[in-house]
T-cell receptor, first 113, second 113 residues
Framework: DAGVIQSPRHEVTEMGQEVTLRCKPISGHDYLFWYRQTMMRGLELLIYFNNNVPIDDSGMPEDRFSAKMPNASFSTLKIQPSEPRDSAVYFC???????????FGPGTRLTVL | KQEVTQIPAALSVPEGENLVLNCSFTDSAIYNLQWFRQDPGKGLTSLLLIQSSQREQTSGRLNASLDKSSGRSTLYIAASQPGDSATYLCAVRRGGATNKLIFGTGTLLAVQP
C-alpha cells in the first residue's frame, strides 16, 4: 500500500493567493483528517470526515479555510485568500473505522510570503 | 477543555541510556492515549496505543504506561540508539463517539553516538 499521499510537498505563495492542498487516503479507510502543525500551536486538528461527510470542523480557523471530500479517495483543503500566518505544515491522515490508528501522510509545507 | 503537555521539551542523551518521556493531560475522561514518533520532514508514526482500561503497553524497547486518574502517561525507551532520535508526541482521544485526537507539545529527543 502506498500510504497516505499528499501533494504538493512544498508550496510557496504570496499573500492573497488561493492555495489548494490535496490528499489521497489509504484505500478502504473511511475516516480522513486534516491537521496543521506550527511551532507556536503544535499539531491541531482542523476537520475530519467520515464516509466523505464532515463530522467535526470546529478546528477550522476561519472562513478563509474550506475542505471538501468529493469521493472516498480524494480530499482538498483550500485557503482563500492566504495570509502569512497560515504558514505551517499541513498533514492529512486516514483511519479505518473500528480501529484506533491514524496513518499520516508526509505533509505539505506551506509558506505564505 | 483538554490540554496535553509534554516534559521535557527537548532531551539529549548518550547512546545506551534508558530514558523516560512524560505526558500529562487535564481531563481524565479519555478513551485512549497514543504515542507517536515524528521524523524531520515526515509524518507521524504510531508507536503504542493504550486503552483507558489498560495500564501499559510494550513494543520491543518501548514501554508506555497510563495513570488515567492522575492524568499522566510515560514512554520508557530502553537502551537508546541514535536511530531513536526524533520528536515524540502523545495524543489523547476523548470518550464518546469522536475520533478527534488532542496532541501534546512534543519532546525532541537526540541520542548521541
Amino acid at each position: 500500500d502506498a500510504g497516505v499521499i499528499q501533494s504538493p510537498r512544498h508550496e510557496v505563495t504570496e499573500m492573497g493567493q488561493e492555495v489548494t492542498l490535496r490528499c489521497k487516503p489509504i484505500s478502504g479507510h473511511d475516516y480522513l483528517f486534516w491537521y496543521r502543525q506550527t511551532m507556536m500551536r503544535g499539531l491541531e486538528l482542523l476537520i475530519y470526515f467520515n464516509n466523505n461527510v464532515p463530522i467535526d470542523d470546529s478546528g477550522m480557523p476561519e472562513d478563509r479555510f474550506s475542505a471538501k471530500m468529493p469521493n472516498a479517495s480524494f480530499s482538498t483543503l483550500k485557503i482563500q485568500p492566504s495570509e502569512p500566518r497560515d504558514s505551517a505544515v499541513y498533514f492529512c491522515a486516514s483511519q479505518l473505522s473500528g480501529t484506533d490508528t491514524q496513518y499520516f501522510g508526509p505533509g505539505t509545507r506551506l509558506t505564505v510570503l | 477543555k483538554q490540554e496535553v503537555t509534554q516534559i521535557p521539551a527537548a532531551l539529549s542523551v548518550p547512546e545506551g541510556e534508558n530514558l523516560v518521556l512524560n505526558c500529562s493531560f487535564t481531563d481524565s475522561a479519555i478513551y485512549n492515549l497514543q504515542w507517536f514518533r515524528q521524523d524531520p520532514g515526515k509524518g507521524l508514526t504510531s508507536l503504542l496505543l493504550i486503552q483507558s482500561s489498560q495500564r501499559e503497553q510494550t513494543s520491543g524497547r518501548l514501554n508506555a504506561s497510563l495513570d488515567k486518574s492522575s492524568g499522566r502517561s510515560t514512554l520508557y525507551i530502553a537502551a537508546s540508539q541514535p536511530g531513536d532520535s526524533a520528536t515524540y508526541l502523545c495524543a489523547v482521544r476523548r470518550g464518546g463517539a469522536t475520533n478527534k485526537l488532542i496532541f501534546g507539545t512534543g519532546t525532541l529527543l537526540a541520542v548521541q553516538p
